[in-house]
Nanobody
């Protein structure tokens, strides 16, 4: 059983910053990648950012230059630093872990950006 504990969501004004954290625990085969997805009301879940076991990263075009993903392998934790937040960033943010066999999801954390 793998558990992903997310934290750091909240309400912020446009232009502000938030930092999301996701800590993984349990029987993890091998972390291939960890990342963040988001889902706004009425929209599909979309990739925000991912970090791979080799250190490479991937970002959605809409967040490039504003968001930074980082990871701590020893703590099995991934972070998402979100700067210059915009109202369109409002969504539930979900942590994802790919252990090469199965994908796991966190329960989600709400991020709301007011204009």
């Amino acid at each position: 059983q793998v558990h992903l504990m997310e934290s750091g969501g909240g309400l912020v004004q446009a232009g502000g910053s938030l930092r999301l954290s996701c800590a993984a625990s349990g029987s993890i085969f091998r972390i291939n990648a960890m990342g963040w997805y988001r889902q706004a009301p009425g929209k599909q879940r979309e990739l925000v950012a991912a970090i791979f076991s080799g250190g490479g990263t991937k970002y959605a075009d809409s967040v490039k230059g504003r968001f930074t993903i980082s990871g701590d392998n020893a703590k099995k934790t991934v972070y998402l630093q979100m700067n210059s937040l915009k109202p369109e960033d409002t969504a539930v943010y979900y942590c994802n872990l790919d252990d090469s066999l199965v994908g796991y999801w966190g329960q989600g954390t709400q991020v709301t950006v007011s204009s």
